[in-house]
């Protein structure tokens, strides 16, 4: 898993971040998944599921 905010784009491997290290947002980083191909290339997920339990 990595963290990815939504507002810039930008992606960071450290979990327990609260602000995302680019733009300064609060809140607006949200846990992906990450995936390796055989070349080595690393690929995150383009769109996350965001959780709707608890809203209603």
């Known amino acids: ?5 939504h507002a810039c784009n930008r992606v960071t491997a450290e979990i327990g971040r ?3 290290p680019k733009c300064g947002n609060g809140g607006t980083l949200r846990r992906v998944s990450v995936t ?3 070349n080595g290339i690393v690929q995150t997920a ?7 339990r608890g809203t209603r």
């Open 1 to 5: 898993w990595v963290l990815k905010c």
């Open 36 to 38: 390796v191909d055989g």
């Open 18 to 20: 609260m602000f995302c």
């Open 46 to 52: 383009s769109r996350p599921r965001i959780s709707v």
